[in-house]
């Protein structure tokens, strides 16, 4: 999930104007020819639909304030974050930047948290469990597994034990912890997929939920509608994300680029929303690692319009 900044490296540290869909109905001879009322437009933000703030991060990094108004005049409720380091979220204290999307009339409801080569340790856990529950965040994610730690199966296993103690960790905070897939996750490791033989069986479902992205998903040669028949109410997050091209199953991050906005490529977001009540779902968040155009922005109102106006309706 390279560009500018690799998501490794970043961890570390407009309104939707076809949302109007503008209903006129034909003239009634029975209204004495006059013209039937305008239907309101929907205001984009009853969807709830969220997105995940990495898609801008070099916008983010720059001006946070202006970033956020884009967003929500863009016609987004909720927010999910990537710029969680040391105590504060994009350089601000949790209760300021909680009030800064507020205030924009946004809600923050989940938080890629900071990965070190470590991942999420048992000694930093409760820090960033505290540091999350003022800003009143529901879910807390890990978004990445470092590549040295996706060589074993007994590395996997040992990293769902952790999380399975992190998750304990966050519910006392009542924040649900989460875990973020790739498509590495999916490839073989002596011969074993890790997400289907360690991931999904080991991890606590009282304690963890999966955030299931669709492009990786995808990449990998996977059907998400499959897995979520397969493996029900486990998947509370959906990463709304599109790819342009149907390709071979791969299970690389690196050099991808295929990245589109919700709706402009191949993906059956119908199909996969259809059974949203199985996986029990309770937000999706947009997100698009890189723009093809350089618009992110641009990209974002194309990801919402669609959502709202041809894949939600």
């Given amino acids: 999930m390279k560009t500018t900044r690799s998501r490794r490296d970043f961890l570390r540290m407009s ?158 905070n009542g924040i649900v912890f989460g875990y973020h897939n790739h498509n590495f996750e999916f490839d073989n490791v002596e011969g074993k997929i890790p997400y289907f033989d360690i991931f999904l069986p080991e991890l606590d479902k009282d304690l963890v939920t999966m955030e299931l992205d669709m492009f990786w998903t995808t990449k990998a040669g996977q059907n998400p509608v499959e897995i979520i028949k397969k493996y029900p109410g486990r998947f509370q997050l959906f990463h709304m994300k599109d790819m342009y091209t149907n390709e071979a199953p791969f299970f690389t991050t690196v050099g991808v680029k295929d990245f589109a906005p919700v709706g402009e490529g191949v993906i059956n977001f119908k199909n996969i929303l259809a059974v949203k009540d199985i996986a029990g779902m309770k937000y999706m968040i947009v997100e698009q690692d890189q723009s093809r155009d350089g618009d992110p922005f641009g990209d974002i109102s194309k990801s919402i319009t669609n959502l709202t106006t041809k894949i939600l309706v």
């Fill in 15 to 172: 309104a939707a104007g076809a949302l109007g869909a503008f209903a006129l109905t034909q003239t009634s001879c029975k209204s004495g020819g006059k013209p039937a009322p305008v239907a309101t437009p929907v205001d984009p933000k009853t969807f709830g639909i969220g997105l995940q703030l990495y898609t801008i991060r070099d916008a983010m990094g720059t001006d946070v304030a202006g970033s956020l108004k884009k967003v929500s005049d863009a016609g987004y409720k909720n927010l999910e974050l990537a710029g969680y380091s040391e105590g504060k979220f994009y350089g601000m204290a949790p209760g300021e930047f909680k009030k800064l999307v507020n205030d924009l009339g946004m809600e923050i409801v989940s938080s890629h948290t900071n990965v070190e080569a470590q991942g999420i340790t048992l000694d930093n856990a409760k820090k960033m469990a505290d540091d999350h529950a003022l800003l009143g965040v529901k879910y807390c994610v890990q978004p990445w597994v470092v590549e040295e730690a996706r060589t074993t199966i007994a590395s996997y296993q040992k990293m769902v034990a952790d999380w399975n103690t992190v998750g304990g960790i966050m519910k006392q």
